[in-house]
């Protein structure tokens, strides 16, 4: 395991805390965009006992976005590697096998909006507020992990103008489970992820990775995708346990097999 600079991982039994903490506001860079792909997709090596993990950054803001640095000196030679590096960080926090809850205070932008988004919930503090401002600064993208959250006319909405929307505006839409006051966001979080980590560890996997499957696929196909993970998991010892105790009223004892 590598030495980590802008990430801190704080375990706590089935759950564990991932800190984004690059100061002053958890600007992603090369760097931290590095550390967040190794983490989430080491997510067994690092955090071996979570069943679900929170997402929060430290200091006054989630994520304000991307290190405008990096902007002043991207062209389209050098485009590709970085952009490249963005996006996988993303995606390893989509494909992490562990559930993942944002915990978004501050502000949410670019590419703090689509960490935040890439996550399987959103818990925002009240007062949060999310952007889009790629505009703003040169740059395209994040309306695509955008409409995760909400729905397409607000997508262009909020990528066309570049404002800070209120969490309050956005939770109406679904994409946000909860806005909570501030001083409970972390609370809040942690029992929304000990909430679902009292599931199977094996069960839990086989969801992400059916939520994961299905979610641009159509009825028939996305359904038959989910009923090929059922196949494979009334093969584990955790199916029976799950069903049996169910029937019998008593606590299912989870062993992970």
């Known amino acids: 395991m590598r030495d980590l600079r802008f990430i801190e991982l704080e375990p706590d039994g089935p759950i564990a805390t991932v800190w984004l903490d690059r100061p002053p506001v958890n600007a992603t860079d090369t760097q931290l965009y590095n550390e967040i792909h190794h983490v989430f997709s080491h997510v067994d ?23 405008l640095a990096e902007f002043q000196t991207m062209d389209p030679d050098n485009a590709p590697e970085r952009l490249r590096t963005a996006r996988e960080a993303f995606w390893a926090i989509y494909d992490s096998p562990t559930p993942v809850i944002a915990a978004v205070h501050g502000v949410a932008v670019g590419s703090g909006l689509a960490i935040a988004a890439s996550c399987d919930l959103v818990v925002a503090a009240q007062g949060a507020r999310f952007a889009t401002p790629e505009v703003n600064v040169g740059v395209l993208g ?14 262009r909405l909020m990528h066309y103008t570049g404002d800070l929307y209120p969490a309050e505006q956005l939770q109406a839409y679904g994409g946000i489970v909860s806005v909570v006051p501030a001083d409970q966001l972390l609370e809040e979080s942690r029992k929304l992820a000990r909430s679902i980590a009292r599931h199977s560890p094996v069960a839990l996997r086989l969801a992400k990775q059916s939520l994961n499957g299905i979610e641009y696929l159509p009825l028939k196909p996305g359904y038959e995708f989910e009923q090929g993970l059922t196949r494979q998991l009334s093969g584990y010892d955790d199916a029976k346990e799950a069903v049996n105790a169910f029937l019998e009223r008593r606590p299912p004892h989870y062993t992970g097999r």
């Open 45 to 67: 090596d690092y955090l071996p006992d979570a069943r679900a993990l929170v997402l929060a950054g430290r200091g006054p803001h989630f994520c304000a976005g991307n290190d």
């Open 142 to 155: 994040g309306a695509k992990h955008l409409s995760r959250l909400v729905p397409q006319g607000v997508v």
